[in-house]
C-alpha cells in the first residue's frame, strides 16, 4: 500500500509541477480566438462549459482502458506503477495536452492533419489509413466486448443473443456519431464520467479501510507473473508498456483531443482538460493495479475466487460486487459495459471527422455526415461478424488494436517534437522527443518479438529496444539539422 500511496500523490504532483512546465513550454493565450467559437457550426465545434469539457475528455479516453489494461498490467507485478506513474506525467499527459493545444492552434484540425503540417504530407497519408483502421478497431472491440458481458449478465451468451445487444449498441452508435456533440454525448457523458470517478474512489476508500498486503515496488520489479507460471513468453519491456495503455500513455487520445479542441472557450483551460484528465485517468488506472495486485497476490482474496489466470471483466466483477455489495454490482457494469461504448462512439465520431477534414466535406449538412458514416458502420460489422464466426476472433482483433494504438502515439509524439522544434524554444522538444523515442522503441520491439509479429525470440527484447531507441534519436537530429540547413 506504502507504493500505491506514493504512486498517488507522485500523479497529483506531476500535474502540479512538470504540468505547469508543459504549460510554460507551449505558451497558452488566453486572449487568442478559438475554434469553438471562430468556426462555430452547431455539430462538431460548440463552446461548452469547461466543467463538461473535461467530463467528456476524461470519458472519451478512458473507456475501460485504465480499469482492464491497468488489471492486466497488475499480473507483471510492480512495475506496473511505475509505468502508471512515469508513463502518464512524462509521456501520455504531455502526448494528449499538446495534441490538443496543437488541434486549438491549427482551426481543431485532426491528427492526420497535424502529422501533415509538421512531419510532411506523405506521413500524412499513412497515418490517415493508419489512424482511421485504429478508430475502427475500437470502435469494433467497444462493440463486441460490452456485447459479450450484457448477454452474460442477462443469463443468454448465445451467439444470436450476443448479435442483439450488437445491434442495441451499433444503433447507438449510429444516433451518436450522427447527431450534433451537444445532443447525446455532451448531456450523458458527463454523468457516466462522475459513475466512473466514484467508482474509482469508492475502491480507493476500501483500500484504505482493509490496507491489504499486495506487492511493494522493493518486494522486486521483475515479471511476478513468470513466477507463477504465466506470462513466460511476456517479457516487461515490451509488453508491460502495450499493456497498460489508457492508464500510461495511448495513441487513440490523440484522436479524442481534438474533439474537445473544436468544444474549449479558451487556450488556458487546455492544461486542467488535456493533462488534467489523464493524470485523472493515471488515478483511475493505479487504483485498478492495486485492487488487481490484491486480487492477483494477496492470500486475503482466495474467498473472491483470487486465480492470476482470471480476466479483467472477471476481476472487475468479483471486486466490485465483493467490496461493495449490490451498489458495486451496479458500479460495475457502469464501468465495464458503458464505458467502452462511451468510448466506441467517439471512436466512429474521429473516424468520421479524420476523413471529412482529408476530404474538405463540410460536416454540418447530415446527408454528408452519413456519407462518410454509413461506410465506416459496414466496414465495423464485418469486423464484428468476424468476431462472432470466429471464437478467437476478438482476441486477435485486441491484439493488433493494443500495438496500433500505441504506434498512433509514436506518431502524435513525434509531430507534437516537430512543432516545438518549429517554434524554436531552445531545448523544449525534449519534453516530446524522449518518450516519442521511447515508444518507437516499445512498438518496434514488441512487433518484432510479439506472435502477431514477426515472433523473434523474447531475449532479444533490450538489444532490439536500445538500437530502436538510439537510431530514432540519431534519424530526429539528423532530419533536424539538414531541416535547418
Not at 337 to 356: E, N, Q
Not at 366 to 389: D, E, H, Q
Not at 413 to 440: C, E, Q
Request: charged letters at 10%.
Amino acid at each position: 500500500m506504502y507504493t500505491f500511496i506514493i504512486s498517488l500523490f507522485a500523479l497529483i504532483a506531476g500535474y502540479f509541477l512538470y504540468g505547469k512546465l508543459v504549460e510554460r513550454v507551449f505558451g497558452p493565450d488566453k486572449s487568442r480566438p478559438v475554434p469553438a467559437v471562430e468556426k462555430a457550426d452547431g455539430v462538431d465545434f460548440i463552446a461548452m462549459p469547461s466543467w463538461k469539457v473535461f467530463m467528456v475528455q476524461f470519458l472519451n479516453i478512458a473507456g475501460t482502458g485504465p480499469i482492464f489494461g491497468a488489471i492486466m498490467g497488475a499480473k507483471f507485478g510492480p512495475a506496473a506503477y511505475l509505468w502508471i506513474v512515469f508513463g502518464c506525467i512524462f509521456a501520455g499527459a504531455v502526448h494528449d495536452y499538446l495534441t490538443g493545444m496543437l488541434s486549438i492552434r491549427n482551426s481543431g484540425a485532426g491528427l492526420p492533419e497535424l502529422v501533415g503540417k509538421y512531419l510532411g504530407a506523405p506521413v500524412k497519408k499513412v497515418l490517415l489509413v493508419f489512424s482511421v483502421i485504429v478508430l475502427l478497431l475500437v470502435g469494433t472491440v467497444f462493440v463486441y466486448s460490452p456485447a459479450l458481458i450484457l448477454g452474460d449478465l442477462a443469463g443468454d451468451g448465445s451467439r444470436m443473443a450476443i448479435m442483439l445487444w450488437v445491434g442495441a449498441i451499433f444503433i447507438y452508435y449510429i444516433l451518436a456519431s450522427i447527431l450534433p456533440i451537444d445532443k447525446i454525448v455532451g448531456r450523458i457523458y458527463p454523468i457516466f464520467a462522475f459513475a466512473l470517478l466514484f467508482m474509482a474512489v469508492a475502491l480507493m476508500v476500501c483500500l484504505f479501510v482493509k490496507w491489504p498486503s499486495i506487492p511493494e515496488l522493493w518486494d522486486g520489479i521483475g515479471n511476478w507473473g513468470e513466477a507463477q507460471g504465466l506470462l513466460s513468453d511476456q517479457p516487461i519491456f515490451p509488453c508491460l508498456f502495450i499493456t497498460i495503455a489508457c492508464g500510461a500513455v495511448s495513441g487513440f487520445h490523440a484522436t479524442q483531443s481534438p474533439l474537445m479542441a473544436r468544444c474549449i472557450q479558451n487556450e488556458k483551460l487546455g492544461r486542467p482538460v488535456f493533462y488534467g484528465a489523464m493524470i485523472t485517468e493515471g488515478v483511475v488506472a493505479l487504483i485498478w493495479a492495486a485492487v488487481a495486485s490484491y486480487f492477483f497476490y494477496d492470500s486475503g482474496a482466495a474467498a473472491l475466487g483470487s486465480s492470476l489466470t482470471a480476466s479483467a471483466p472477471e476481476v472487475v466483477s468479483k471486486i466490485s460486487v465483493g467490496w461493495l455489495g449490490i451498489l458495486g454490482g451496479i458500479l460495475a457494469i457502469l464501468g465495464v459495459v458503458v464505458a467502452p461504448i462511451t468510448s466506441g462512439d467517439t471512436a466512429f465520431r474521429s473516424a468520421r471527422l479524420v476523413i471529412a477534414d482529408f476530404l474538405k466535406f463540410d460536416q454540418k449538412p447530415i446527408r454528408n455526415r452519413l456519407f462518410i458514416g454509413i461506410p465506416l458502420f459496414i466496414a465495423a460489422s464485418l469486423l464484428l461478424w468476424y468476431n462472432v464466426a470466429d471464437e478467437n476472433g476478438f482476441n486477435v482483433i485486441w491484439r493488433y488494436f493494443g500495438w496500433a494504438n500505441q504506434t498512433l502515439a509514436v506518431f502524435a509524439l513525434w509531430t507534437a517534437t516537430a512543432y516545438l522544434v518549429k517554434d524554436g524554444r531552445g531545448l523544449s522538444y525534449l519534453i516530446a522527443m524522449i518518450p516519442a523515442a521511447f515508444m518507437t522503441a516499445v512498438c518496434v520491439t514488441y512487433i518484432c518479438i510479439a506472435r502477431i509479429g514477426f515472433n523473434l525470440p523474447s531475449s532479444w527484447n533490450w538489444p532490439i529496444g536500445l538500437a530502436v531507441f538510439v537510431l530514432s534519436i540519431l534519424v530526429f537530429y539528423l532530419l533536424k539539422n539538414r531541416k535547418k540547413k
